[in-house]
Antibody, heavy 128, light 110 residues
Framework: EVQVVESGGGLVQPGESLRLSCAAS????????MSWVRQAPGKGLEWVAH????????YYVDSVKGRFTISRDNAKKSLYLQMNSLRVEDTAVFYC?????????????????????WGQGALVTVSS | QSALTQPASVSGSPGQSITISCTGT?????????VSWYQQHPGKAPKLMIY???NRPSGVSNRFSGSKSGNTASLTISGLQAEDEADYYC??????????FGGGTSLTVL
């Protein structure tokens, strides 16, 4: 059974840092792009970032560029999100999600640009 | 990276059909067939319902279908059931090599 489980959420003050982790199981982690998606309280979904299979390609939403870093450790089947300079508006439930498979071309496999498995989320609260 | 536009709410009676629209631009929905739809019940994680505009994942009821015309994608739910009451979100790939969600639509089954 495919599972992704987030951890590391909590309460921090504005300007502080936090690292989220996502443990994957039930599938070949190293074969998939992975994403972070967040949802502010009472609001809609917002894609945050995704990373390719070997960590060489990373893409971010503009609002977190320069502050957040997505990374992965395929040996540990884990995805991470390092969040620095946190702001009140970053308060949200952060979901780890597996990108659906896309096409492969010349040994490069793309994301399918959709999310087929989601974790239950980790709450990050930024408040003074 | 503006959010895709969805109606805030839709409603329908059991057995009826409803359609939720998702309007983007030529930089996202209008150019790419990477439109997906998600169902989210309160307090739960989102669930994939449709991907690549029209494809249904294994296990998703065939009452759910997707389509696209120009810059607008649509999700249709036929034979509405009480358990369909949830929030629905569309998503698309964009020319900025990012992904964007719609603002979400709350479906009420009357």
């Amino acid at each position: 059974e495919v599972q992704v489980v987030e951890s590391g959420g909590g309460l921090v003050q504005p300007g502080e840092s936090l690292r989220l982790s996502c443990a994957a199981s039930g599938f070949m982690f190293g074969d998939y792009w992975m994403s972070w998606v967040r949802q502010a309280p009472g609001k809609g979904l917002e894609w945050v970032a995704h990373i390719n299979q070997d960590g060489s390609e990373k893409y971010y939403v503009d609002s977190v560029k320069g502050r957040f870093t997505i990374s992965r450790d395929n040996a540990k089947k884990s995805l991470y999100l390092q969040m620095n300079s946190l702001r009140v508006e970053d308060t949200a439930v952060f979901y780890c999600a597996r990108d659906g498979p896309g096409y492969c071309y010349r040994s490069r496999c793309f994301s399918g640009y959709y999310f087929d498995y989601w974790g239950q989320g980790a709450l990050v609260t930024v408040s003074s | 990276q503006s959010a895709l536009t969805q109606p805030a709410s839709v409603s329908g009676s059991p057995g009826q059909s409803i359609t939720i629209s998702c309007t983007g631009t030529s930089s996202d929905v209008g150019t790419y067939n990477y439109v997906s739809w998600y169902q989210q019940h309160p307090g739960k994680a989102p669930k994939l319902m449709i991907y690549d505009v029209t494809n249904r994942p294994s296990g998703v009821s065939n009452r759910f279908s997707g389509s696209k015309s120009g810059n607008t994608a649509s999700l249709t739910i036929s034979g509405l059931q009480a358990e369909d009451e949830a929030d629905y979100y569309c998503s698309s790939y964009t020319s900025s090599t990012t992904l964007v969600f719609g603002g979400g639509t709350s479906l009420t089954v009357l």
